[in-house]
């Protein structure tokens, strides 16, 4: 790269950084987390799409995109935006996403002092809802490509951009939209931001994420409840037959005991994309060793395995019990899994499993609300080792590269409808309080995404990318 070259990177990076200390990213930000956008909450739902018209579809107008605003296929979901920039077909094509909605404010949950729908800055903390998830993080790849256009006049490639109006609430019509709209939104790759950096001073990359799955498992034995005294001995217990049965799940250590439940994907290369990934810090609880696969490390439980938990169980009525065996039983469990995984099979494979261990008495009773599958980039992409080489260049150290991210995003719909290979490049921390009260972003960190993220557009406009 000639001197020049790299000055003129240096010089949209500058841009970026300027973006930020100038305090345009605060006020910025300050202004999308007014519009409360809560997609889980039906009387919210004209800030849905006055945050497209007055807060996306300007500034992108302003960068010359045109836009296109759509009703959502499915009637639980809001409305989306479709950005594009052309500025030669013939140059490669980048396709970004954000998601505008925000879950549930938990307006009297938060600290004193602060409010979901204010930002408010805390020493090097911005507080807000959406700050992190995900209004902070697709506000830092719209100010990215325009530190590029700053520097050099145009990208050098070609932008797409949805921002959808319903993430929080599964994505609904997201896969009928991409379906329909697939040739509108051709690219050759997707770079987008969700979700932590696994260490706060080192970027991070995921290429997919776990799937999950919801289900309830029931033991319904008889009509009401009976006496334990006069009948306890001779009527089955509902609570220890599902205790039972969830024990032949998982053993005691939570390790999974159903066959088709245990992946066969964690491969030499992702193992090796694992090796040595920090998975503690400070910011969260300590992790149980002796939870979770005993042949496995930490890193490859959470990133490379599938877990089941149980999120709730109930028998009786615990807040006022009686004397009585109950006369049923419920948990309500999860799965959640990575790619290995067949998603069409995991709870006909539950349903064989119980079987074969005597429990047919347990219905098992899938959740109604959908969940994104599995998915997952060969760590060895082109595209993977092209956006790592640029984030270590501006950031002066690797990033850590996970196959897939541990928690769940609608990306099966862009691997699996539109065809892309997926880079999600997130700019929170894993101590950012998403989806809970407090919710905040890192400054340091929004500061190093911006840079990160303009020179990682620059040299996409320098090289046209891996395939050039
Ligand atoms: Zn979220």
């Known amino acids: ?3 020049m070259t790299a000055a003129a990177r240096e010089g949209a990076i500058d841009h970026a950084t300027k973006y930020y200390e100038e305090g345009r990213f605060q006020s910025d930000l300050g202004a999308l987390v007014a519009f409360e956008t809560e997609s889980q909450n039906p009387e919210q739902k004209a800030e849905l799409m006055r945050y497209l018209r007055e807060a996306m579809e300007p500034r992108l107008v302003a960068m010359g995109f045109a836009c296109e605003i759509f009703a959502n296929p499915d009637p639980r979901g809001g409305p989306l935006l479709v950005g594009e920039r052309i500025e030669d077909p013939a ?3 980048v396709l970004t996403y954000g998601h505008g909605d925000v879950i549930r404010a938990q307006t009297d949950q938060w600290r004193e002092g602060l409010h979901p729908f204010r930002l408010v800055e805390e020493g090097e903390r911005l507080y807000g809802r959406g700050t992190a998830d995900n209004k902070g993080q697709h506000l830092i790849n719209i100010a990215a490509l325009e530190a590029v256009l700053a520097e050099r006049g145009r990208l050098g490639f070609n932008v797409r951009i949805v921002i959808e109006m319903s993430e929080e609430t599964g994505s609904a019509g997201l896969p009928e939209f991409f379906a329909a709209q697939k040739d509108r939104l051709q690219a050759d790759v997707l770079i987008a931001s969700d979700g932590p950096r696994l260490q706060p001073d080192t970027p991070t990359m995921f290429m997919g994420s776990r799937g999950g799955v919801g289900f309830d498992l029931i033991v319904d034995l008889r009509e009401g409840a009976h006496h334990s005294g006069n009948w306890g001995g001779l009527l089955a217990d509902p609570a220890m037959i599902l205790a039972h049965a969830l024990a032949s799940i998982c053993d005691r250590r939570g390790q999974i005991k159903v066959p088709e439940w245990r992946p066969d994907s964690l491969t030499p290369a992702v193992r090796a994309a694992l090796d040595g990934l920090p998975i503690e810090g400070e910011d969260g609880p ?7 696969e005993e042949s496995l490390t930490p890193a490859e ?3 490379g395995w599938n877990s089941f938990a149980v999120l709730a169980m109930t028998s009786g009525v615990p807040e006022a019990p009686v004397n009585a065996i109950s ?3 419920r948990a309500t469990c999860q799965l959640r899994y990575v790619v ?6 995991i709870l006909p494979a539950l349903r064989r499993h119980l079987d074969r261990e ?12 959908g969940f994104f599958k599995a998915t997952r980039l060969d760590p060895d992409h082109p595209w993977v080792k092209f956006t790592a080489a640029s984030l270590a260049r501006t950031a002066g150290k690797p990033p850590h590269i996970l196959p897939n991210l541990a928690g769940s995003l609608p990306n099966d719909s862009f691997s699996e409808i539109l065809g892309l290979p997926t880079v999600w490049v997130p700019h929170s921390y894993r101590g950012c309080s998403q989806h809970a009260p407090n919710e905040h972003v890192l400054k340091p960190v929004c500061r190093d995404a911006l840079r990160a993220m303009a020179g990682l557009f620059w040299d996409i406009g320098e090289t046209g990318g891996p395939g050039a």
């Open 286 to 292: 300590a992790i149980d060793h002796d939870w979770g």
């Open 340 to 345: 290995g995984t067949d998603p069409e099979d």
């Open 358 to 369: 005597g429990f047919g008495m347990v219905k098992i009773v899938p959740m109604d609300r």
């Open 1 to 3: 790269m000639t001197t």
């Open 301 to 303: 439980r959470v990133f």
């Open 327 to 329: 006369a049923s039983a």
């Open 91 to 93: 140059l490669t094509t």
